[in-house]
């Protein structure tokens, strides 16, 4: 039964991804220097507007579970999909605590941070995929100099 709603889950965002040229895909609008929630399958308008970025997939999750005491914090890897204005996409995987420059049509170089995943595991409760929610950050880099 788990392998069946493993795989629901998996065809439903495959299907959300193929849409990412689509303006009839929304999602919340961000800017530079702001850090924002974003549920998994949901997108967020990056700066200029003709830039999306997806929450796709929880690669990893290795952290701790709540009232747990642990000897190592472990960490969280997801996989992101950046769709650009060209229809376009580039995947993007992020581990919790590090960061990566992207780079979008026309704009300069930010730095996107996984600052968190939301909701922690619990010691017997496995968190559903659906569930998820990144809190990530923005931010942009200053110009490269020649």
């Known amino acids: 039964m788990k392998l069946v ?7 439903a965002l495959a299907l959300m991804l193929t849409a990412c040229g689509d303006d009839a ?7 530079a220097g702001q850090s924002f929630d974003l549920p998994i399958g949901q997108s967020a308008i990056l700066p200029g507007g003709s830039n999306r970025l997806v929450f796709a997939q929880v690669l990893k999750d290795s952290r701790c ?12 890897k ?9 229809n376009s996409k580039q995947d993007i995987e992020l581990t919790q605590g590090q960061s990566q420059v992207i ?30 929610v990144l809190r990530l950050a923005l931010d942009e880099l200053d110009p490269v100099q020649p």
């Not at 709603?5 to 065809?11: D, E, K, R, S, T």
């Not at 895909?25 to 800017?31: E, H």
């Open 65 to 76: 579970p709540r009232l747990i005491d642990c000897f190592g914090q472990g960490r969280a």
């Open 5 to 11: 709603y493993h795989i629901i889950i998996f065809f």
């Open 103 to 132: 780079q979008l049509d026309g704009l300069p170089r930010f730095k996107l941070n996984l600052i968190d995943l939301f909701p922690l595991p619990g010691l017997n409760r496995t968190v559903r995929p659906e569930e998820y």
């Open 25 to 31: 895909v929304s999602g919340v609008g961000v800017q």
């Open 78 to 86: 997801v996989k992101m999909v950046l769709c650009n204005s060209d």
